[in-house]
């Protein structure tokens, strides 16, 4: 049986959950897959010359990654998150368990 209490903070976990996911997408919509298509234009010969060589160093050494680190925390705080999420669900269980434990005892008594 869990309380509402419970019941609150695992929709909160869950909805944070759910809007990491979605920053995830935007962060892979919005800024890796324009970076990279890009680099994949001007590597195709849309530009050509030091500064297109430049730009793309720069985007494939810095750009890129730095998203790529910025996906990877993302992803760190889902993991954290679901392992709070799943700690809460095991100590709400072993509480039951030891309240019926408990209660069994006492039904005769009473």
Do not use: C, Y
Not at 57 to 76: D, L, S
């Amino acid at each position: 049986m869990k309380s509402a209490i419970l019941r609150f903070a695992r929709a909160v976990v869950q909805n944070v959950l759910s809007q990491l996911t979605q920053l995830t997408n935007l962060v892979q919509e919005a800024a890796m897959a324009p970076m990279k298509a890009m680099v994949q234009a001007v590597t195709g010969g849309v530009w050509i010359g030091k500064g297109a060589d430049a730009f793309v160093a720069e985007v494939n050494q810095v750009m890129i990654p730095g998203i790529g680190v910025i996906m990877q925390h993302i992803g760190t705080w889902q993991k954290n998150l679901q392992q709070a999420s799943d700690i809460i669900d095991k100590a709400d269980n072993d509480v039951n368990g030891m309240v019926n434990q408990v209660s069994d005892v006492f039904e005769g008594i009473f």
